[in-house]
């Protein structure tokens, strides 16, 4: 989601576009825990994005809170550019505790 | 709830084109690689156009066959026997549009928009699963369908849940988990028929067994040998297990649970093959899934024109939603 390049980027004039904008939802599945990304829909506004998120994906129970943002309003890393993002944190082995060789009789630490 | 091989339907497949490029190459090699590592591919990430398409009808189209899924059995709402059997069938219609909105906003993930999907449908061009061309006749057909056509689609859908794209697969695990459900609810119904009801009502059950059997195997899509599509659809991971293995294995499971209800399957020649280790079964009448498909079922007009009516009826609705929207939201500054 680079780009908002889903078709329902709203085009300037709200009332020129025929298709709800889209969002995306994210739900608690219980006090504890992230709210965790499980889908997107269709909502002319806030409030009905919220109901619907509701009856669309908590017809189980699955939530105790829901969060619901206009995609186009995420902004993401570019997917063509994971590699440089991402790859140089592989040879910073020291960054993780099982880097350190200790004696035993503290190995606990 | 039910996908049927939909794969082999398109009549734009098939044609995987000559590349353009060395660049292209070089990412159609990176791309086959993935998948033959099993990663999954994410919506933004590059992938052949014939993959896109391929994927784009597939689930658009088993979005489809969910909305209109909902129609044979909204025709019981209203009828059904007690107020138990209501709420559960009223449950269940709300879980296939649900399945056709996750569907179809993975579908979207594809760059298209849900507007072109269902005029996609509304104009014939789009095809949703035959099964939904049959009629529901009697109380009975809705605990077959749940029994039958979800158990059908089930073993569909299980192995799409480790489809290489990920959106599908995501949606469809979700589906998978909701959906077993279906098949219990309509297993259970049509115990309470066969073990409290009267004769009648037995024979209502048996006539609805012999409607819906052969529909139910055809969902599986066309014999191995006449599905041309679905080496590619393997090669991609879109598809993990042949039409004629699923359709084998449902085949196998559903025998004993017709012995337990005590109906007979409508197939003289069904029988148990030692030497297989699998169930034998009769010639499917591969002209009539054809000529449902193709638009001649019993009740092909009715379903689409219901869609149709429902999406014009609720044209106002979605105009004043946003109407409403843009008048009580602050338009946000262009960016």
Known sequence: MTTPSSPSTPVADPAMATEWPLWEVFVRSKAGLDHKHCGSLHAADPRMAIQLARDVYTRRQEGTSVWVVRSDQIVASDPGEKAMYFDPAQDKVYRHPTFYVLPESVDHM | ?335
């Open chain 2, 1 to 335: 709830m039910y996908t049927q091989a939909m794969d082999t339907m398109g009549k734009d497949g098939g044609d995987a084109k000559a590349l353009r490029s060395a660049e292209e190459m070089q990412r159609q090699e990176a791309f086959d690689a993935r998948i033959d590592a099993g990663e999954f591919i994410e919506a933004k990430d590059w992938m052949p156009d014939h993959y896109r398409k391929t994927l784009l009808r597939q689930i658009s189209q088993h979005a489809h066959s969910e909305i209109v899924g909902m129609l044979p059995e909204g025709n019981w709402i209203s009828r059904a026997p007690t107020l138990k059997r209501k709420a559960i069938l009223l449950a269940k219609v709300q879980d296939e549009g649900g399945h056709g909105l996750y569907l179809y906003a993975a579908a979207e993930t594809l760059g298209t928009s849900r507007d072109q999907m269902i005029d996609a449908l509304h104009t014939g061009r789009a095809k949703y699963s035959s099964i939904f061309n049959y009629p529901t006749l009697t109380w009975a057909d809705m605990g077959t369908i749940g029994w039958l056509v979800d158990g059908a689609a089930i073993m569909n859908q299980v192995p799409i849940c480790r489809c290489s794209y990920a959106p599908y697969a995501r949606a469809m695990v979700r589906i998978c988990r909701e959906e077993s459900f279906h098949q219990r609810q309509g297993y259970d119904a049509l115990l309470t028929m066969v073990q409290q009801g009267t004769d009648a009502q037995r024979a209502m059950v048996q006539d609805a067994v012999n409607r819906w059997w052969w529909p139910s195997i055809m969902m599986f899509g066309p014999p191995d040998d006449q599905s041309p599509n679905s080496a590619q659809s393997m090669r991609w991971g879109i598809k993990r297990i042949s039409n004629d293995t699923l359709r084998q294995k449902f085949i196998d499971a559903t025998v004993e649970q017709a012995q337990l209800l005590g109906v007979t399957l409508p197939d003289p020649d069904l029988k148990w093959n030692e030497e297989r280790q699998a169930h034998d079964y009769g010639a499917i009448d591969w002209s009539e899934f054809w000529r449902v498909i193709g638009g001649d079922g019993p009740c092909n007009e009715e379903r689409l024109g219901a869609r149709v009516k429902a999406w014009d009826d609720g044209a106002w609705v979605r105009e004043a939603a946003l109407a409403h929207a843009a008048k009580h939201t602050p338009v946000r500054a262009a960016a």
